[in-house]
């Protein structure tokens, strides 16, 4: 990594105003020292003549140029080695998983031993709440974001449920006080003292899929403690996307998808993360299978489960090596761009785009929190008004984003491949579009 054409981002962050023009934009991405990175990935086609205006990140990311030849080398290997693949391939897949563990925990801020990637995100959560969520008759509480992203709704729904209490009782809603649209701290964390022994889990996306705030972890973790209950996260929007300390916030677990802004292609293995204080502890009640027994004795094929005393313990299954070689060949570009660099190009980046959307105050207003601290990449904003005749003159342009009913657009410029002019080019697009 070039050192000064780095400083000299920065200094740009601290010294110079924005300013809403082209020449300005195409200045900030010459001097941006992660500009290469977006030649690692394949863009969607151009259609009405346009290119690709990919801002989706923070649904799907896109492909990484070797995924396929990662993926064509473990097909190649498997025509030619069988079954002694597992042993003899070029990147063995009895250990395959383990090539992705340290790249994965440096992007969380785990220890190797802490992180395992296995399963899917649905499938982790409910094995990390058959872990650390053990209601009793008087501690039995679940403490989720009102309007949580649906899955994780239901997943808590039923692990109440499968415990035999009731969800209406026992999953306590945040919401944002009225007039607000997020989450403060201070009122999460007076929940759950209000609520006290009664809360056997607190359970928060970092950051939220659809305001794009992320929250206050270690204080939240230090909170949930303090009355005895888990803190678990789900990292679906903050993996790749904000630089995490998982193991010093003292987050007891949290789990998170391969496809969002790690590029790992939809459907493809999940992260999971579980603090060293439980690793060791193989008295944890747990659902087994057998990738996660004692690797010397599994194929011993032995009656009794000795479990891995890593997050490597809660495995289940040989894992699915084409979507772990695709998650691989991103991997590597975290690891070339490193998370804190991408986080300073991340702020520069929103922050042009805020300063861009703050020029059409009548036309678009953004939910997100204003403080960079608050939030990752995505701005998810509220346009007046109908806004689905903006999604078609972003479709006709070819600009890929999000919307979700009833009215928010999420845009997430990521600073692996989105470029200044990127975001330039969106905010006259919605400035055109306002007339
Ligand atoms: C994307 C996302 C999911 C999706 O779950 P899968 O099991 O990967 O289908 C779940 N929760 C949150 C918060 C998400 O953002």
Not at 409 to 432: C, K, W
């Amino acid at each position: 990594m070039d050192r000064n054409s780095r400083s000299a981002l920065n200094a740009t962050a601290k010294d110079l105003a924005f300013e809403n023009s082209i020449d300005f934009a195409r200045g900030l991405d010459e001097r941006d020292p992660l500009a290469s990175f977006r030649d690692n990935f394949l863009f969607p086609k151009e259609k009405n003549g346009k290119p690709c205006l990919y801002l989706c990140g923070n649904s799907l990311g896109l492909q990484p140029k070797r995924a396929r030849e990662y993926v064509l080398a473990e097909l190649d290997d498997w025509a030619d080695l069988g079954v002694e693949g597992h042993w003899m391939a070029r990147h063995p897949w009895l250990p395959y998983h383990e090539f992705l563990t340290e790249p994965m925990a440096r992007i969380v801020g785990a220890k190797p031993a802490e992180v395992v990637v296995m399963n899917t995100l649905t499938v982790n959560l409910h094995l990390m709440m058959v872990t650390f969520y053990r209601p009793a008759q008087k501690r039995h509480k679940i403490i989720i974001e009102g309007g949580a992203f649906p899955s994780d709704q239901y997943a808590v729904d039923s692990q109440v449920q499968l415990h035999n209490f009731a969800a209406r009782e026992s999953v306590i809603e945040l919401k944002p006080r009225d007039g607000e649209k997020t989450l403060r701290t201070e009122d999460i964390v007076a929940t759950i003292e209000r609520e006290g022994n009664s809360v056997a889990l607190v359970l928060l996306g970092d950051v939220n899929y659809l305001t794009g705030q992320a929250f206050d972890l270690a204080k939240i973790a230090e909170a949930a403690h303090a009355v005895g209950a888990n803190f678990g996260v789900n990292l679906a929007h903050g993996a790749g996307n904000l630089p995490l300390a998982l193991h010093d916030c003292g987050v007891d677990f949290a789990v998170w998808c391969g496809y969002k802004y790690l590029n790992g292609m939809a459907g493809t293995l999940a992260g999971c993360f579980i603090h060293e204080k439980h690793v060791t502890n193989t008295e944890l009640p747990r659902l087994c299978g057998w990738w996660g027994h004692n690797k010397e004795k599994r194929f011993e094929m032995g009656r009794n489960f000795d479990p891995i005393p890593t997050a490597e313990g809660w495995q289940l299954s040989n894992p699915p090596i084409l979507p772990l070689a695709v998650l691989r060949a991103s991997l590597e570009l975290f690891d070339a761009a490193t998370m804190p660099a991408l986080r300073e190009k991340s702020v520069l980046l929103t922050g042009y785009l805020e300063f861009l959307l703050d020029q059409l105050p009548d036309y678009v207003s953004i939910t997100t929190p204003r403080n960079a601290s608050e939030r990752g990449c995505q701005l998810s904003l509220t346009v007046k008004g109908d806004p689905k005749s903006l999604v078609k003159t972003l479709a006709d342009r070819n600009v890929i984003c999000d919307f979700r009913e009833p009215n928010i657009i999420r845009v997430a410029p990521t600073p692996l491949y989105n470029r200044f002019v990127d975001v330039f080019e969106f905010a006259q697009i919605l400035s055109e579009h306002a007339g």
